[in-house]
């Protein structure tokens, strides 16, 4: 294991206020933070190299230490372009970054290596690539609040840059291992599905067409996911069992076909893209409809399933005449993150390396080209091991044989043992 060094408190105390707000429109109960230290608005637009016609907006939902922050947003950065910019929401209690538990107040928020370098990036130029929201907003997973705070980024990149061409659904537990994803997006315009993509094995135009025929056929009855959800106890009893559900359908959320069959699409959420117009439309939907103010409140997974319900309802031509695609991030479980190996496939590998190391073989499938990152790792929600798997275990078999790994700790295993950032290395240099 490499030799652990200081960790220097650098950088002077952020400042918090605590406020009610209704950026946008909210609940009334619930109460933001909104971190003062952070620059914002943006510098003028007009000062950007980028035309903000051409920008694509990474929305990212980030919590836990500084430390793994800034890997995932380096990770963000190394592999998008200048055209991008990185739009970061942190959930965590800023409290949480103290250096000092025995300081008060604003003191407490001292700025240690990894904070104090997410600071300096943050707007700190006409060309900067991050942006962290000033709104700091307690996030909690499978719940309405991850759809409504990404709507909070889109607001703030709408504040930064009035127009932009794409925005982009991201997690913190997914990395991207492949450049050029802006060209794909532009490319193909949209991210979309009829259900769950999590395997790439086929042909991206056949897969295409077939979902086109499938809308086409006007018959979204016999295409709805809603008869094989009544058979899940979880879809019965916290999505379809709820006066929210009926009033979905009456707003307009989604196609409600005689005798009431609604038709509802499960669809990914992380790495799926959509042009700024779907969904600034959307959030104005939410918002005459009032359901943005219960949105905070819903108690499962909206994204996943009003995002892509309302698009196939509202833009159904965009679909129909778009080259749309499976999201940018695979969701992949078979990821064997302690052994450098990769369970069960050399398609993965392939994948995540480039087709390239000892005994790996390209993949065949064209599905694949359309992944540019991958989600659930193992150990879950540990983005960094995924980072750290590509840099390290690049040269090892795909599951020829295991590699135990010699050099390497995860971020929590670093800091429950105490051990010190060096800040002259990045966290995936230092581990």
Not at 57 to 86: D, K
Not at 221 to 248: V, W
Request: glycine share 6%; with cysteine.
């Amino acid at each position: 294991m490499r030799p652990f060094h200081g960790l220097l408190a650098v950088g002077a105390a952020m400042s918090l206020l605590a406020l009610t707000t209704t950026y946008p429109s909210s609940s009334a109960e619930e109460t933001m933070v909104l971190i003062s230290d952070l620059r914002s608005p943006s510098p003028p637009r007009a000062e950007r190299n980028t035309d903000p016609q051409q920008l694509i907006v990474f929305s990212y939902l980030v919590h836990g230490s500084a430390m793994r922050l800034r890997t995932i947003m380096e990770n963000a950065l190394q592999f998008t372009s200048t055209r991008s910019v990185i739009i970061a929401h942190v959930s965590t209690p800023l409290s949480d970054y103290a250096l000092s538990s025995t300081t008060h107040s604003a003191d407490k928020i001292n700025n240690n290596v990894d904070w104090s370098w997410i600071l300096e990036k943050n707007a700190s130029s006409s060309s900067s690539r991050l942006y962290v929201n000033p709104i700091n907003y307690p996030v909690k997973g499978f719940t309405g609040k991850v759809l409504h705070t990404h709507l909070l980024n889109f607001a703030y990149a709408e504040k930064l840059f009035g127009n932009f061409s794409h925005f982009v659904f991201m997690s913190e537990d997914c990395i991207l291992h492949k450049k050029g994803v802006e060209e794909w997006i532009v490319e193909k315009d949209l991210s979309f599905s009829l259900g769950f993509t999590s395997t790439r094995e086929y042909n991206l135009n056949h897969w295409r067409k077939q979902l086109k025929g499938e809308i086409s056929s006007g018959n979204l009855s016999r295409i709805s996911q809603e008869p094989a959800q009544k058979k899940d106890r979880y879809y019965t009893q916290k999505i379809m069992g709820t006066d929210l559900y009926q009033r979905l359908g009456k707003e307009g959320l989604w196609h409600v076909q005689p005798p009431e069959e609604r038709f509802t699409n499960h669809y990914q959420l992380e790495g799926t893209f959509y042009p700024k117009h779907v969904i600034e439309r959307f959030s104005e939907f939410l918002e005459t409809s009032g359901l943005r103010k219960v949105l905070p409140s819903v108690d499962y997974f909206s994204g996943e399933i009003w995002v892509p319900c309302y698009v196939l309802k509202h833009h159904q031509s965009l679909v129909m005449s778009s080259e749309f695609v499976p999201p940018i991030i695979g969701r992949y479980r078979d990821f064997a993150i302690r052994d450098c190996c990769i369970i069960g496939t050399q398609n993965l590998y392939a994948l995540v390396h480039g087709g390239k190391g000892e005994n790996a073989t390209g993949y065949t499938w064209s599905g694949f080209d359309s992944v540019f990152g991958i989600k659930f790792q193992r150990p879950h929600l540990e983005a960094e091991s995924a980072v750290l798997y590509r840099e390290i275990c690049g040269n090892n078999s795909a599951c020829k044989k295991k590699v135990p790994w010699v050099e390497w700790v995860d971020i929590p295993q670093f800091e429950q043992a105490g051990c010190r950032r060096d800040s002259s290395l990045s966290p995936a240099a230092q581990l």
